[in-house]
């Protein structure tokens, strides 16, 4: 079963929400977010390799990160500010593409009980510009592929 991404844009913040609940428990889909093997199996839409050059998933750890694809490499860095096991992520998020746009972003795990878990976010922009492009550059679909690729992996596991 695949479950919606449900995305939203607030007027007037420069925030983006979203949830999006997964056929899996919260270890396991808190694991899919921290260990950079199974992270490249899914972070992304499909077509895009991945190549991670740095994963330290720990409070005050950082990120880098690479999709690639016929057209190109996109590169992303971060700082993981805070990590709470099974429950919550604190991070930043910088596309090299757009330097100095950092968005701040919360993870929140939710268990449903029953082997289920919802995976809760908001995104903060540094400006509504900044917001408009991400939304604007297909964003929630590659969020929605992603996400689904999760869905197989999880369900394989």
């Known amino acids: 079963m695949t479950n919606a991404l449900n995305l939203t844009a607030p007027v007037d913040t420069l925030a983006m929400e979203f949830t999006r609940e997964f056929d899996a428990p919260v270890e396991a889909l808190f694991r899919a977010h921290a260990d950079p093997e199974v992270v490249k199996q899914w972070l992304g839409p499909r077509g895009l390799a991945m190549t991670i050059d740095e994963w330290e998933f720990r409070s005050h750890g950082g990120y880098r990160y690479v999709h690639s694809d016929e057209s190109g490499e996109y590169r992303f860095n971060g700082t993981f ?77």
Not at 91 to 97: K, L
Not at 105 to 111: A, C, H, I, T
Not at 123 to 141: F, H, K, Q, V
């Open 81 to 157: 500010h805070t990590v709470r096991d099974n429950e919550f992520i604190l991070q930043t998020f910088e596309f090299d593409g757009a330097p100095d746009m950092v968005n701040l972003e919360y993870l929140w795990f939710e268990d449903l009980g029953g082997g289920r878990s919802r995976l809760r976010g908001r995104s903060i922009c540094p400006n509504t510009d900044a917001r408009d492009a991400l939304l604007s550059s297909g964003m929630e679909g590659g969020m929605t592929e992603g996400y689904e690729k999760l869905d197989e992996l999880l369900a394989r596991r």
